[in-house]
């Protein structure tokens, strides 16, 4: 772990992920006592602030419901300082460097941890000019870096060329931030945790497994930045690949982070390329009653647009386990939920005694109120032998009510500085999922014929998708058959 004394430094300190997500989360572990003694936090970045405007800014996004709160926000911010500087200028990173010494002090070791919260054309540059001018001759230095990890295969090698003769794997943290998430690593404890989970997890029990991302809202203003990417990259490559494979993984020997990398690496090499016939692109329209604007109604989006919003493409893993074994991910804006879910659904029971007798379900709930239920046919209680759809239910919030779930980036920047890389991306990884990507995403900007469906804002997707699904033989629902239990949970 980082000793006492070190220094966090955040690069990009006036921008928006600092801002919402960064800050709140060092703050969110100094709360609880996770950062190191004496700890120094340090921004950076070109915008010229004074000491006032920046811890305005800093804190904007941190909420002090109680006095307490606010104490510790003051002496939070007391720990705080801003340095502001070019990116791509030996300079200010000299002025940087100038200034973590005068915190420092005269020591022996000195250890700083960079967070780069920065847009990905000055990736490069900070990368080097941090290893040139700010990196510690005795002691030690890691970098946090975040997506994009470039938009295919090529850019990513490029960047990762770039970065591999000054910082080493073990200096570099690459954060996918649903690796934060506690349902997602609950995945391994779940599976491996659990024999009889593990026993029908295979293709010999498993129908299909649909991992599922919902957005109420569009790009609203974020446009410019959302249509260079698309859905597909901007969540689906990284994110919900990142849950694929923590789904579909072998047991590792262990929990440790190449242990743990290792199986993961090796579910993504068994996975063909992506066939454009498995997938089903779509862009959000107006509203149905007219009242949300549609993609293409945003101000930051270029007219004529083919960016997907909207995307379900069905993947494949041939190794023993899962050969035959659809997995689908989709994901899209402007829907009608904000929900985050992993579906597994197990194959039909042998009919004969039964007739129409649904599937059992095994549900994770990433997002909002983490949950895991198992759909299971029961007899209904009374003088009669009718099957009745039930759940086996943990739901977080009443289980778990008197404990606190950790933000993604509280949980990730604390392994950071633990030094435990489990939950980040490692260099092959990453590679290894641009592979399965990269010829489709190429064949999606090549052929301007391909245009998204259109699908009316705040809809479930395009109006074909269940017959889509269906194809691949996933049982939806039928309308009305079961309910989620509506009780209120505290
Ligand atoms: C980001 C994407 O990586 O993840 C956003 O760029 C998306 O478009 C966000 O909204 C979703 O994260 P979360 O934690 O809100 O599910």
Redesign the pocket.
């Known amino acids: 772990p980082l000793p006492p004394n070190s220094i966090i430094v955040v690069l990009g300190a006036s921008g928006d992920l600092a801002k919402k997500k960064t800050y709140p989360a060092l703050f969110g572990l100094y709360r609880y006592g996770f950062l190191p003694t004496n700890v120094k936090i340090v921004g950076y970045a070109r915008t010229k602030m004074d000491d006032a405007d920046y811890k305005k800014r800093i804190s904007s996004y941190i909420k002090t419901p109680t006095d307490t709160t606010e104490t510790q926000l003051k002496e939070f911010l007391a720990m705080t300082s801003y340095v502001s500087g070019q990116y791509d200028q030996d300079e200010g990173f000299l002025s940087l460097t100038k200034h973590m010494e005068e915190l420092e002090g005269d020591v022996e070791e000195r250890h700083r941890l960079f967070y780069m919260a920065l847009p990905p054309n000055v990736f490069i540059p900070v990368a080097q000019h941090l290893k040139k001018n700010c990196y510690p001759k005795s002691g030690g230095a890691r970098i946090i870096i975040e997506?994009p990890f470039g938009h295919d295969l090529a850019s990513s090698r490029e960047l990762q060329a770039a970065l591999q003769p000054i910082w080493t794997e073990d200096e570099i943290f690459r954060i996918d931030?649903?690796l934060g998430?506690e349902m997602v690593k609950n995945i391994l404890i779940l599976r491996f945790g659990n024999e009889f989970f593990g026993a029908a997890w295979n293709k010999n029990h498993v129908s299909s497994i649909q991992i599922t991302?919902k957005?109420p809202f569009g790009t609203e203003g974020?446009g410019g930045y959302?249509d260079q990417?698309g859905i597909i990259r901007?969540?689906m490559q990284?994110?919900l690949l990142q849950v694929l494979t923590m789904i579909a993984m072998e047991r590792p020997v262990s929990f440790s982070a190449e242990d743990i990398r290792d199986e993961k690496v090796r579910v993504l090499r068994a996975m063909p390329i992506i066939d454009p016939k498995n997938v089903v692109i779509g862009q959000y329209d107006k509203s149905l009653d007219g009242t949300k604007p549609g993609y293409q109604d945003d101000d930051t989006v270029p007219k004529g647009s083919r960016c997907p919003t909207f995307a379900a493409i069905v993947m494949y893993i041939k190794n023993d386990r899962w050969d035959g074994v659809p997995f689908i991910l989709k994901a899209g804006?402007a829907l009608d939920a904000a929900k985050?879910e992993v579906r597994v659904q197990f194959k039909d029971v042998t009919s004969g005694i039964f007739k129409d007798i649904p599937r059992n379900e095994l549900v994770l709930r990433i997002?909002p109120d983490e949950s895991v239920y198992l759909k299971m046919n029961t007899k209904l209680p009374g003088l009669t032998m009718k099957t009745s759809v039930t759940e086996l239910d943990l739901t977080y919030k009443r289980r778990f009510s008197e404990l606190k779930i950790p933000e993604?980036y509280e949980a990730l920047i604390l392994d950071a500085i633990n030094g435990d890389h489990s939950n980040f991306v490692r260099d092959d990884e990453l590679d290894a999922s641009w592979k399965i990507f990269t010829p489709f995403l190429h064949y999606l900007d090549e052929n301007t014929d391909i245009v998204p469906a259109r699908y009316p804002y705040g809809s479930r997707g395009p109006a074909f998708l269940d017959d889509f699904l269906a194809s691949y033989g996933y049982a939806r629902e039928q309308e009305g058959m079961y309910q989620w239990p509506t009780t209120k949970v505290n």
Do not use: S
């Open positions: 997506k931030h649903y998430k991302f957005e974020r959302f990417f901007d969540v990284n994110h804006k985050v997002q993604a």
